[in-house]
């Protein structure tokens, strides 16, 4: 059903550093932890073939330290990881600026649509 579509794989979050590979090639990496995380892996995937996904976490990085003040020292994915498909063409961002001016009672909303 995803045959012609973007697979997408999602990590909720890890704490700290995400090494993505499939098959043994290296997806991408994430240092943003508690921040979701998303890898386009359709170029490494084909239909109806057994692929080996393997997430590599590191507890402890060089920023492990900016992320400690209100955290515990413990590593993991603790949200959710899944696979999800996308049309080929789909948005990828959207930035909104709002402008008011109480004066004139007037505003302005600007919006930016990022397509891939």
Known sequence: AWQGSRVVLHFG?????????VDGQ??????DARLPAEFDITA?????????????????????FLEDQDMWRL?????????HATPPLHIADIKTT????????????EVLVKGR
């Open 26 to 31: 290296a997806v991408g990496l994430s240092k």
């Open 98 to 109: 709002a402008q008011v001016d109480l004066a004139r009672h007037v505003a302005m909303l």
């Open 13 to 21: 979050s890890a704490d700290s550093v995400l090494a993505v590979y």
């Open 75 to 83: 590593g993991g994915l603790p949200r959710e990881v899944f696979l």
């Open 44 to 64: 490494l995937v084909r239909p109806g073939v057994d692929h080996e996904l393997v997430a590599v976490v590191v507890q402890y990085s060089d920023a492990s």
